[in-house]
């Protein structure tokens, strides 16, 4: 091997080094502080939502002897602490690139931060649901993703658990953090269902009532 | 520098002695893959497995499943498992039943607990883990035990690979693994943030699951005997453990990426990267104990829902094997195949994944035989090439190599799912893996590695491309034309990134089919679709897919589905599923087929040379639907002619809702968008479904429920004619991935038509993949394309909107 070639080679692995230490460094920066309990919603008999803070265990517990029908914790929830800025440092989610963080008064914002995200993504959470289905979410991080022609969207990482009487059904999911919509999901709950196979004609599928 | 070559240097050993132990492992303790014969064991007298009867750090295993320790295939609910135990086994030096690292840095990779409820993972001050057999304890180590067996050997698969690939700062080969998978210390860059929480007594009946935002496993038991856990049947623990090692590999990309997000093997409740994902998991048990079946006590002895992995296990029905090169099971005629009652079709994940797991195992025995490889080495190549092609194929940073020269911006085309900006739309909707995208890229990495002699790791030998493409087509795989090497930066016309062609003479059982023969069915008097838009069914299916991570963006139109009338018509207000009746009017079994409702290239901007302004009218496809005409608005502009990259409506005025509306001019009949009819009816955009989309005012498919999936379709038939149970003469109904759903909003004015533009394909669909371009070759698309309309057959629906 030449000199030039170990001095190549050096230098190459001088370089993946500090990318992998660099890297190292970021994954630290984007880990999700706790600062945040799980939040937990469900209707009541008249089916107004009621909602609760709950420590983690207890979301853990969900397969457990329902611990939630004597919520602890019942005080002032700590989303109504208004801000009108993300309440934790953000993280920047720029597919096309990366390693670019810009300057937040570079970016055209397309929504604004608004403090009164999380009752309205508890509303849309719980939108349609019987009331034997119960929601637990917990805010992760902040996100400013970058669009294309310098826009960008506040956002919020949250992870969700729906209790039903399936199971729980979990995954994480983007919130626009003015709307409270979902903008995005992934990780979700993967069952294996391993029940007796039921002949076609007695699956609780959907049946059309009408045609095209 | 000295220590990451130390690091490099220290994988490269790990990798190797992994091998070397795995293969020891192997040769000691399973039976023979293919064996079907179950192996009695030697003593059948009871075990007292108590904390005095061992060592401190051992306890007693069940080194496989009740059924295969006893060699009785009707062993009965209640038997005394502690006569199948297995000798003393080393199972942590810890107080806690928790396994330590590396996963990611993290000081502990799991920890097992009975279920949710417990404090903490097991304890045992003594570190004996032997517990009576009926206890929750037992169970709790049974899990540790063979998690651990698992986790450890997908690791040193990893790290064998990635030696194999990476030689320090240099590929030898085009590798999916990413250079700085693994740091100084040997930690691999995983997305394994948190210490997974296994709950072997997980209190769900006739369950088990993975959850990847928790980081959770959890094993329940038979929901008619409860004494019967899942956790008792190691081949379901490497199934679980399976799902888990799926999702790390398919994100190995993005984790060393450090994306955000995560993506999947599966969209909905039945599509093939699903059914993939379940034959993936099966082969982790063959992968493991080198057995050719799963779940024989777990599924098999109470559910009759076991399955093999081979065609040589006898549960196949005569006709099915490994002698005859016809007599395997064939992708996609055994898509619906259950072998426990093999007569009725049957649509589901887990038996359709059956056609990727026997074709793995049988990869796997091939590598055994031709190149002389032990079965530990041969499962553990196979393995690592499952890594390479689900990394490549789940890499949203749209690279999927290191050497890929971009991942694309926006606007620019990266070499995988489009680009970085966009790669989820084509994971999940425009692009997503198949059959087909699976085996070509599995295919292209043997071809690169065990096919190149230079890497020596067929034992001297190269594995001929030949045989790899005809041990494929008796699985009728062989349903792609190149290896797509150099995917989107593959240019025909180029001297070095070209696609190396498959030998058209090994295609013997696969079968390729022109789109064109996929249409509605053209039965007197068929539907064209079907319709539900009644209340409770609406509002259950939403709610349960709401619950699934789908269907999560909706207007706020309806709170309760009230305007649904349930009168079986697209009314104003609805919430409606549409099920389109697709027929397959060709010789041959169309498989994995799939109808999209998400918004596509298929509109251009046109100058008006009236007005002097630009107007959005629909493209005339000439060489697809051919619609509308010019006199109906269409035009022939040149945008037309190829699809743009960006699939984001508000960004990309080339890409537009599938809905378009007939409006009645005063001089014509046209069919304009949705914007367009917007503003002929003065409304402002805060009327619309949804104020932020003006494109889709009217009708919108809900993201998440917008696109449909069947297994397969019978050749001259519909799905639910290709579904019938012959028993009971009747079809299934549908489930909630058949269906796709849509929001119609009220100020919809009664009696306005609408017209959608869906776009479907198949897996076995000849030119839904390849270009029929004369200067593209047969390669394959590129991805840009699977944002407009030329991989796909479009069939419309036009209907009017009642009150």
């Given at each position: 091997m030449s000199s030039f070639q170990k001095k190549a080679i050096f230098l190459s692995i001088l370089i993946a080094s500090l990318v992998t230490l660099w890297r190292k460094d970021e994954n630290e920066f984007i880990k999700p502080k706790n600062e945040y309990s799980w939040i937990h919603y469900k209707k009541d008999e008249k089916g107004k939502l009621v909602h609760s803070i709950v420590d983690f265990e207890e979301v853990e517990k969900l397969n457990g002897s329902s611990p939630l029908s004597n919520p602890r914790n019942e005080r002032s929830p700590a989303e109504n602490k208004k801000s009108d800025k993300p309440e934790q440092k953000v993280v920047f989610l720029n597919p096309a690139n990366p390693q670019s963080k810009p300057e937040l008064s570079d970016l055209n914002f397309l929504n604004t931060y608004n403090p009164a995200w999380k009752e309205l993504l508890a509303k849309e959470l719980m939108l349609f649901q019987p009331e034997s289905v119960e929601v637990y979410f917990k805010p992760q991080k902040s996100v400013v993703k970058i669009l294309e022609n310098n826009r960008a969207m506040f956002l919020e990482e949250v992870a969700i658990t729906y209790k039903t009487n399936r199971g729980p059904y979990s995954f994480k999911a983007l919130i626009n953090s003015e709307t409270g919509k979902v903008v995005e999901t992934w990780g979700k709950t993967h069952y294996d269902n391993f029940s007796p196979r039921m002949p076609a004609s007695e699956n609780k599928g959907l049946t059309p009532n009408g045609t095209l | 520098m000295q220590k990451k070559q130390d690091a490099l240097q220290k994988i490269k050993i790990i990798g190797l002695g992994g091998l070397i132990s795995s293969t020891l492992f192997f040769t000691s303790c399973v039976p023979e893959v293919g064996q079907t014969k179950l192996r009695k064991k030697a003593s059948d007298s009871a075990t007292s497995n108590t904390a005095g009867s061992v060592d401190a750090t051992?306890?007693?295993?069940?080194?496989?499943?009740?059924?295969?320790?006893?060699?009785?295939?009707?062993?009965?609910?209640?038997?005394?498992?502690?006569?199948?135990?297995?000798?003393?086994?080393?199972?942590?030096?810890?107080?806690?039943?928790?396994?330590?690292?590396?996963?990611?840095?993290?000081?502990?990779?799991?920890?097992?607990?009975?279920?949710?409820?417990?404090?903490?993972?097991?304890?045992?001050?003594?570190?004996?883990?032997?517990?009576?057999?009926?206890?929750?304890?037992?169970?709790?180590?049974?899990?540790?035990?063979?998690?651990?067996?698992?986790?450890?050997?997908?690791?040193?698969?990893?790290?064998?690979?990635?030696?194999?690939?990476?030689?320090?700062?240099?590929?030898?080969?085009?590798?999916?693994?990413?250079?700085?998978?693994?740091?100084?210390?040997?930690?691999?860059?995983?997305?394994?943030?948190?210490?997974?929480?296994?709950?072997?007594?997980?209190?769900?009946?006739?369950?088990?699951?993975?959850?990847?935002?928790?980081?959770?496993?959890?094993?329940?038991?038979?929901?008619?005997?409860?004494?019967?856990?899942?956790?008792?049947?190691?081949?379901?623990?490497?199934?679980?453990?399976?799902?888990?090692?799926?999702?790390?590999?398919?994100?190995?990309?993005?984790?060393?990426?450090?994306?955000?997000?995560?993506?999947?093997?599966?969209?909905?409740?039945?599509?093939?990267?699903?059914?993939?994902?379940?034959?993936?998991?099966?082969?982790?048990?063959?992968?493991?104990?080198?057995?050719?079946?799963?779940?024989?006590?777990?599924?098999?002895?109470?559910?009759?829902?076991?399955?093999?992995?081979?065609?040589?296990?006898?549960?196949?029905?005569?006709?099915?094997?490994?002698?005859?090169?016809?007599?395997?099971?064939?992708?996609?005629?055994?898509?619906?195949?259950?072998?426990?009652?093999?007569?009725?079709?049957?649509?589901?994940?887990?038996?359709?994944?059956?056609?990727?797991?026997?074709?793995?195992?049988?990869?796997?025995?091939?590598?055994?035989?031709?190149?002389?490889?032990?079965?530990?080495?041969?499962?553990?190549?196979?393995?690592?090439?499952?890594?390479?092609?689900?990394?490549?194929?789940?890499?949203?940073?749209?690279?999927?190599?290191?050497?890929?020269?971009?991942?694309?911006?926006?606007?620019?085309?990266?070499?995988?799912?489009?680009?970085?900006?966009?790669?989820?739309?084509?994971?999940?909707?425009?692009?997503?893996?198949?059959?087909?995208?699976?085996?070509?890229?599995?295919?292209?990495?043997?071809?690169?590695?065990?096919?190149?002699?230079?890497?020596?790791?067929?034992?001297?030998?190269?594995?001929?491309?030949?045989?790899?493409?005809?041990?494929?087509?008796?699985?009728?795989?062989l349903i792609f034309r190149t290896y797509n090497d150099y995917r989107n930066e593959a240019d025909p016309l180029s001297g070095s990134k070209y696609s190396v062609s498959v030998n058209p003479a090994n295609r013997s059982l696969?079968?390729?089919?022109?789109?064109?023969?996929?249409?509605?069915?053209?039965?007197?008097?068929?539907?064209?679709?079907?319709?539900?838009?009644?209340?409770?069914?609406?509002?259950?299916?939403?709610?349960?897919?709401?619950?699934?991570?789908?269907?999560?963006?909706?207007?706020?139109?309806?709170?309760?589905?009230?305007?649904?009338?349930?009168?079986g018509k697209i009314s104003r207000g609805e919430v409606v599923g549409l099920v389109p009746n697709l027929y397959n009017d060709s010789n041959v079994t169309m498989g994995g087929i799939q109808v999209l409702a998400n918004d596509f290239d298929h509109v251009a901007r046109v100058l008006d040379t009236n007005t002097g302004t630009f107007k959005t009218r629909p493209c005339i496809f000439s060489d697809n639907d051919n619609w509308p005409t010019e006199a109906e608005g269409g035009t022939y502009d040149p945008s037309c002619s190829t699809a743009t990259l960006n699939p984001n409506k508000s960004a990309n005025l080339e890409v537009a809702p599938i809905c378009l509306v007939q409006y009645n001019g005063t001089s014509s009949t046209q069919w304009i968008t949705q914007k367009e009819f917007m503003e002929k009816l003065a409304m402002d955009s805060s009327s619309c479904l949804k104020s932020s989309e003006p494109e889709a005012c009217f009708i919108r498919a809900i993201p998440g429920a917008d696109q449909a999936t069947f297994s397969k379709i019978d050749p001259k038939k519909t799905w639910s004619n290709s579904l019938i149970d012959p028993q009971t003469g009747k079809a299934p109904s549908f489930k909630?991935?058949?269906?796709?759903?849509?929001?119609?909003?009220?100020?919809?004015?009664?009696?306005?038509?609408?017209?959608?533009?869906?776009?479907?394909?198949?897996?076995?669909?000849?030119?839904?993949?390849?270009?029929?371009?004369?200067?593209?070759?047969?390669?394959?698309?590129?991805?840009?394309?699977y944002n407009g309309h030329r991989p796909f057959r479009i069939l419309h629906f036009q209907f009017p909107i009642v009150d």
């Open positions: - | 051992y306890g007693r295993v069940l080194l496989d499943n009740p059924i295969v320790l006893s060699g009785n295939s009707t062993l009965s609910q209640t038997v005394d498992l502690s006569r199948y135990l297995s000798s003393p086994q080393v199972i942590v030096d810890d107080f806690f039943l928790r396994a330590e690292g590396p996963c990611a840095g993290l000081e502990t990779c799991f920890e097992v607990k009975a279920t949710a409820n417990s404090n903490s993972a097991l304890q045992s001050e003594s570190k004996k883990w032997a517990y009576v057999t009926t206890s929750e304890e037992f169970t709790q180590v049974n899990t540790y035990f063979h998690l651990n067996k698992i986790m450890n050997q997908f690791y040193q698969t990893i790290y064998g690979g990635y030696a194999n690939a990476w030689d320090f700062t240099t590929s030898n080969y085009v590798t999916s693994y990413p250079q700085n998978l693994v740091d100084t210390n040997g930690n691999i860059n995983f997305f394994w943030q948190n210490p997974y929480q296994v709950y072997a007594e997980c209190e769900i009946a006739g369950n088990a699951y993975f959850d990847a935002s928790k980081d959770e496993l959890c094993f329940g038991k038979d929901a008619k005997y409860a004494q019967v856990k899942f956790a008792h049947d190691p081949t379901i623990i490497y199934h679980e453990a399976g799902h888990l090692f799926i999702h790390l590999a398919i994100n190995l990309r993005n984790s060393a990426a450090s994306t955000l997000t995560t993506q999947s093997l599966g969209a909905v409740s039945y599509d093939e990267a699903g059914a993939i994902g379940e034959g993936l998991s099966d082969f982790f048990s063959y992968y493991v104990n080198g057995r050719s079946h799963i779940g024989e006590w777990a599924l098999g002895r109470f559910l009759k829902q076991s399955r093999p992995l081979s065609e040589d296990d006898a549960l196949h029905p005569a006709g099915i094997g490994t002698d005859d090169a016809s007599s395997r099971i064939t992708y996609p005629n055994y898509l619906t195949y259950d072998p426990n009652l093999p007569e009725v079709p049957y649509e589901d994940i887990h038996y359709a994944g059956m056609i990727i797991s026997h074709y793995l195992v049988a990869q796997s025995q091939d590598f055994e035989n031709y190149c002389g490889l032990t079965k530990a080495k041969a499962s553990n190549a196979v393995m690592n090439l499952v890594i390479e092609t689900l990394a490549e194929l789940g890499d949203a940073s749209g690279k999927g190599t290191d050497l890929a020269v971009t991942g694309g911006g926006d606007n620019v085309l990266g070499r995988v799912n489009g680009s970085a900006s966009h790669a989820k739309t084509w994971i999940t909707h425009n692009n997503p893996i198949t059959y087909r995208s699976f085996v070509q890229t599995f295919a292209k990495f043997v071809k690169n590695t065990l096919g190149n002699s230079s890497l020596n790791l067929c034992n001297g030998s190269q594995y001929s491309q030949d045989r790899l493409e005809q041990l494929l087509d008796r699985y009728g795989l696969s079968t390729l089919i022109k789109k064109n023969l996929i249409k509605f069915d053209p039965t007197d008097g068929a539907a064209k679709a079907y319709v539900i838009d009644n209340r409770d069914q609406i509002g259950k299916a939403i709610a349960a897919l709401r619950t699934r991570g789908l269907a999560l963006d909706m207007s706020d139109q309806a709170t309760n589905f009230e305007y649904n009338n349930g009168n909630y991935n058949n269906v796709l759903f849509f929001e119609i909003s009220k100020q919809i004015p009664p009696g306005t038509i609408f017209d959608c533009r869906f776009r479907i394909r198949f897996t076995n669909c000849d030119d839904c993949y390849h270009d029929p371009d004369t200067l593209r070759k047969n390669y394959d698309y590129r991805d840009n394309e």
